[in-house]
């Protein structure tokens, strides 16, 4: 068995694994899931106003695209098949923010991180930069704002 045989094995545990774990929120999302022949996709948009959707699509050439309340990170190298069962439960259980960089002199945006707190303690999390070049200067030349996200299912 060559490497792509072997992450494509450990690919198919992930996505039943994935499987297995979306009834768990499926009371409380809409779920819609789609095997592709070189990919397989899960988009949930959750019923609760304010609560974070995501999508998710694994791909067969060893990459990923994720998107988490509207932000859009793809072709991203997978490293670890075992990321996202946690990662997505703990988005459905509202442990996201999404922290926007501006300029205090403008107000202009400068970046948006999505940042997932993991039950583990870890955080995973992403950046896009918006306006290239202009991040520079003094940490209090910045304003960073934090939106904090609801869990799907409230009590």
Request: aromatic fraction near 8%; charge should be negative.
């Amino acid at each position: 068995m060559n490497v792509d045989d072997r992450y494509r094995a450990r690919l198919q545990s992930a996505i039943a694994a994935l499987r297995y774990w979306t009834p768990s929120i499926a009371d409380q999302a809409t779920i819609a899931e789609t095997d592709g022949a070189d990919y397989w996709e899960i988009d949930s948009a959750p019923h609760t106003q304010g609560a974070c959707p995501f999508e998710l699509v694994l791909r067969s050439d060893g990459k990923h695209n994720i998107v988490i309340a509207s932000e859009t990170y793809e072709d991203k190298t997978t490293d670890n098949l075992e990321l996202f069962v946690p990662l997505l439960s703990a988005i459905a259980r509202g442990q996201v923010t999404r922290r926007i960089t501006t300029s205090a002199a403008t107000h202009m945006p400068l970046a948006i991180k999505t940042i997932v707190h993991m039950d583990n303690g870890a955080e995973w999390h992403r950046r896009r930069e918006l306006a290239a070049g202009l991040y520079g200067g003094l940490p209090h030349e910045v304003v960073k704002r934090d939106h904090h996200f609801l869990p799907y299912k409230r009590d």
